[in-house]
């Protein structure tokens, strides 16, 4: 299936802060994929806190359900005397690459 975007109109219909269960939410990847796109959502990021592990089952499922997926990661950093939280999308394709080759 081929993507093409038609920004006013998906945007409208987006979320792009999500967790799974992976890190604090209450669904898998999966069924997080699901509810979505029963409610209408077509462009969900999931954006679990200092993990990426829900995002090749969520990818699995967004094809099921034609939804596009934006994998995305909530980093816990510490600067200084502060603890900061930095979000980040589409990226963490490289971070996932870079993960299965170190574990090789």
Known sequence: MSYKPNLAEDFAFSDLHCHSYC??????????????AEKGVRILALTDHDTVDGVQEARAASHDYALKLIPGVELTALWGSGLFILSGWGLILIILNCRRISMT
């Open 23 to 36: 890190s604090d939410g209450e669904l898998s990847p999966r069924h997080l994929v699901e509810r979505a």
